[in-house]
């Protein structure tokens, strides 16, 4: 077995001077990005570097994958190769960390899912992908408790605060769902798809630097031309609405909308990526 695997960044729909953008990208391990093409069809290819194989086998891998650091540089350099080849074609990004035996064994999934990859490059043709999150601000900063009236024994006093507290906690709730209510119409209104995704709780939150309580993490899939009128309504979602914060984050390679969903409702894994 070779001491090198195969690492696939994207399928992408072959253009025009493609393959010399391609060739000075650099990617996971600082490796050179090069373009394998379907041998059947040359209009679709295969965004693919060389990687150790003592990191990226199954073992390694799922102790790599504990490391922060290691999975942050990664993930640069997997995110570096895709918006660079975003910004020449159309891309159907890859699963973090998809790898392959060999240049062979890549072409070979590339030709057997060539159907299904030319559809799905069709769909996201003139499309980017648009995260919106929304925050509440977190239940201590809305709702200190007050100071005891006089009158009050010390545990009426707590009982009432208890009930103020929870009385902010529900406005600020239903402010948030007001909230998603627009964000929803705009999409509605602009967007071509919407995947929902887990609120970021923890780790995640920590390293996104979040601040407030994650409520809704959607992305949006949006044809360019609509990109400027879905902003303008997702910058306005949160008009009114104490305690409630709304994030656009963008534009994307549409990594939401590139694979089919499965019954869970995520993306489907790509064929030979690891588990």
């Known amino acids: 077995m070779s001491d090198l695997l195969t690492y696939a960044y994207a399928v992408v729909r072959n253009a025009e001077g493609l393959r010399e953008a391609t060739a000075p990208l650099r990617g996971v391990a600082e490796s ?34 504990e490391d922060l650091e290691w999975l942050e540089a990664v993930a640069r350099a997997h995110h570096g190769v895709i918006e660079a080849l975003g910004e020449r074609t159309t891309v159907l990004p890859l699963r973090l960390a998809t790898v392959y035996l060999d240049d062979n064994r890549a072409r070979e999934v590339l030709e057997a899912g060539r159907t299904m990859f030319a559809g799905r490059l069709a769909r996201l043709s003139e499309h980017v992908e648009w995260g919106v999150k929304i925050y ?24 009432r605060n208890r009930r103020q507290q929870q009385s902010v906690r529900d406005t600020v709730y239903q402010a948030a769902q007001k909230a998603a209510e627009r964000v929803e119409a705009a999409g509605r209104r602009h967007a071509s798809d919407r995947v929902r995704h887990r609120v970021q709780q923890g780790l995640l939150a920590d390293a996104a630097g979040a601040v407030g309580e994650n409520v809704v993490n959607d992305a949006y899939l949006v044809p360019l031309k609509r990109c400027d009128g879905f902003l303008a309504d997702v910058a306005h979602a949160a008009d009114g609405l104490d305690g409630v914060r709304v994030e656009a984050t963008g534009p994307w390679a549409p990594y939401s909308f590139a694979m089919p969903l499965d019954e869970s409702g995520g993306a489907a894994a790509a064929e030979g990526a690891p588990p």
């Open 32 to 65: 050179p990005v090069s373009l394998l093409t379907d041998t059947g069809d040359d209009q679709l290819g295969l965004a693919v570097s060389h990687v150790p194989g003592q990191d990226f086998q199954e073992d390694a891998l799922k102790q790599h994958l």
């Open 136 to 159: 509440v601000e977190s239940s201590a900063a809305l709702a200190e408790p007050t100071v005891p009236a006089a009158d009050l024994t010390p545990g009426r006093a707590y009982l």
